[in-house]
């Protein structure tokens, strides 16, 4: 059963709490710890944290567990480190225990943070959604890389109207006088014009500065220079 909202989505795993089941979009405190799949025995994922198990070395040392304490990868996701049979193995927090609550991860499918915050693992904020929800959702919540563009390499602000409105239906902020000079390099070149670099940024900057002088310019006109 799918949960009202969230289109294309995998349904979250409810938790039994004193006997009622919560409602649609509620926060469940999930108290549990349960297996990490691949290393039952050896660790589990409870709200958010995974932990190791009690356990003997190869030496017959008693090692005691712990709850694990994550990296934190430069993209803002939680990376553990689990070993099994002497193997060390990376992987990401979110992906354990969303396997964990939620089951496999279907084919094509990617886990989702339903608040945008890549370092909230609590199973209530993970489900299985397609990569273009995924997109969608980090637009929605500021924190797509689009979306933090102020500026293009040549310096000229990404706002309205220099923003190509195709692109940005799509979540990308484009240079819309960037893109107008190469189409324009494009034509002159074709000519037989040999066009340098010096030339091609002058030309993003003369688009850029009528463009945001006249904003109802056409974009053929700026593409042709007219």
Same mark, same amino acid.
């Given at each position: 059963r799918r949960r009202p909202g969230r289109s294309g989505s995998i349904p979250l795993r409810r938790v039994l709490v004193g006997g009622t089941w919560p409602v649609a979009d509620s926060v469940v405190a999930v108290d549990e710890w349960t297996p990490v799949p691949g290393y039952e025995g050896l660790y589990e994922a409870g709200q958010g944290q995974v932990r190791s198990l009690d356990r003997v070395d190869s030496r017959g040392n008693r090692i005691k567990g712990r709850v694990l304490r994550p990296g934190v990868l430069s993209s803002g996701y939680h990376l553990l480190v689990l070993c099994r049979?002497?193997?060390? !193995?990376? =992987?990401?927090? +979110? !992906?354990?225990?969303? *396997? /964990?609550? +939620? $089951?496999?991860?279907?084919?094509?499918f990617e886990v989702r943070h339903l608040d945008g915050d890549k370092g909230n693992n609590h199973p209530d904020n993970l489900c299985y959604g397609t990569k273009s929800e995924n997109q969608s959702d980090s637009i929605a919540h500021g924190t797509h890389k689009e979306r933090r563009k102020t500026h293009c390499p040549h310096g000229h602000e990404l706002a309205e109207p220099n923003l190509i409105p195709s692109k940005l239906a799509k979540g990308h902020r484009d240079c819309r006088a960037c893109n107008c000079a190469r189409?324009? =390099?494009?034509?002159? *070149? $074709?000519? $037989?014009?040999? =066009?340098? *670099? +010096?030339?091609? !940024?002058?030309?993003?900057? *003369? #688009?850029? +500065?009528?463009?945001?002088? /006249?904003?109802?310019?056409?974009?053929?006109?700026? #593409? !042709?220079? $007219?």
């Open positions: 049979d002497g193997v060390r !193995r990376p =992987v990401k927090a +979110h !992906r354990v225990i969303a *396997e /964990a609550f +939620h $089951g496999p991860c279907p084919d094509g189409q324009r =390099v494009r034509l002159m *070149e $074709g000519r $037989g014009t040999a =066009v340098s *670099e +010096h030339l091609r !940024r002058q030309l993003a900057d *003369e #688009a850029y +500065h009528d463009l945001m002088a /006249a904003p109802s310019v056409s974009w053929g006109n700026l #593409a !042709r220079g $007219g």
